[in-house]
Nanobody
């Protein structure tokens, strides 16, 4: 089992920045990729960004490309999502998730955190 705990969400004005953190514990040796997803009210969960545990492969959704940076700290088993130039459309619950493979589909991810709320005011 892998446990994931997100933090760093909050209320921010449009144009502001946030850094979300995802702390992983448990059988992290089985993890190849950690990704961030988000889900806004009434919408499906959507891919935001992903990073492989070796750190050699990154991916971003078009909606956040150029505004977000995903990174990891191997020593702390943590993955971060830095979000800049936030827009009201970025308002959602942000989840980190882990998988033994690599994909942008949430169906492939076996482990999920509880989520952290990001609210961007206009």
């Amino acid at each position: 089992q892998v446990q994931l705990v997100e933090s760093g969400g909050g209320l921010v004005q449009a144009g502001g920045s946030l850094r979300l953190s995802c702390a992983a514990s448990g059988r992290t040796s089985s993890v190849n990729t950690i990704a961030w997803f988000r889900q806004a009210p009434g919408k499906e969960r959507e891919f935001v960004a992903a990073i492989t545990y070796p750190g050699d492969r990154l991916a971003y959704a078009d909606a956040v490309k150029g505004r977000c940076t995903i990174s990891r700290n191997a020593n702390e088993n943590a993955v971060y999502l830095r979000m800049n130039a936030l827009k009201p459309d970025d308002t959602a619950i942000y989840y980190c998730a882990a998988t033994a493979t690599y994909a942008s589909s949430p169906r492939v991810y076996d482990y999920w955190g509880q989520g952290t709320q990001v609210t961007v005011s206009s």
